[in-house]
């Protein structure tokens, strides 16, 4: 009995030693299961993520932008339009695509708007505002001859010119030193009046997609014959 006594306190503080060690070890080894679970849940998520992103931006992809216009209604509608596909063939427009002041007045609302502007296609027919235009550059500068002049003071009078010069639009055009430096070019004044170029802005898919540049560097920078063979795929 006395050597029982001797050795209970003995063996339970042994048996506390080990209950204190098989918990510790325990305990360790879940936070360890976890950091490693985590570890790993963490590298699944980043390459979920990757995968996310290479899908979203593959290389070669068209940008986002151009590729909306290319699939919007609009376009698909431009696309089985006649005089677009004509305009795309045209010499005069093949001959401005790269000019780029050209690019700019395109994207100028007054050069939109007067550019579907019955009595403003009228009056660009009419010979005495095309000479004026074509030596706009001059007037510009002030070296009017006195057959200029009498020109400048000719058109002034002309019941259509006074009828477009109440507009703002076209006031600011007329000032528009892109638009002054372009009506030099014949290339320029043909598209203007041959009757096309403003049938198409007078239609909405035209116009509404001329206000967006994507549109228009699509319509500049690919060849008739790319554009077209993107028109035909939609």
């Known amino acids: ?9 003995t063996i339970l503080i042994g048996s506390g030693i080990i209950a204190a060690a098989a918990l ?3 305990s360790n080894a879940r936070l360890s299961t976890e950091k490693t679970q985590g570890a790993i849940g963490q590298r699944d998520v980043y390459r979920d993520s990757a995968a996310t992103t290479a899908d979203i931006a593959k290389p070669g992809d068209a940008p986002v932008a151009t590729a909306a216009v290319l699939e919007s209604a609009d376009f698909k509608s431009l696309a089985k339009n006649p005089a677009f596909q004509s305009l795309l063939k045209d010499e005069s ?4 695509r790269h000019d780029a002041r050209f690019s700019d007045l395109l994207a100028d609302k007054a050069f939109q708007a007067m550019a579907a502007n019955d009595l403003f296609v009228q009056m660009l027919k009419s010979e005495t505002f095309q000479q ?10 002030g070296k009017k001859s006195q057959v200029q002049e009498v020109r400048w003071s ?12 109440k507009q703002e639009l076209f006031r600011n055009l007329i000032a528009n030193q892109l638009f002054r430096q372009m009506s030099a070019n014949l290339n320029f004044r043909n598209l203007l009046t041959n009757g096309m170029f403003h049938q198409l802005m ?4 035209f116009s509404g997609l001329m206000t967006q540049g994507a549109f228009r560097a699509e319509l500049l920078n690919r ?3 790319e554009l077209h063979a993107e028109m035909m795929s939609r």
């Open 202 to 205: 007078r239609e909405s898919s």
């Open 1 to 9: 009995m006395t050597t029982f006594r001797k050795w209970r306190f």
């Open 223 to 225: 060849s008739a014959s």
């Open 93 to 96: 427009f093949q001959n401005l």
């Open 132 to 141: 004026v235009l074509a030596e706009s550059n001059k007037m510009e500068m």
């Open 24 to 26: 510790i070890y325990f």
């Open 154 to 165: 000719s058109m002034q009078q002309d019941m259509r010119f006074q009828e477009l010069n």
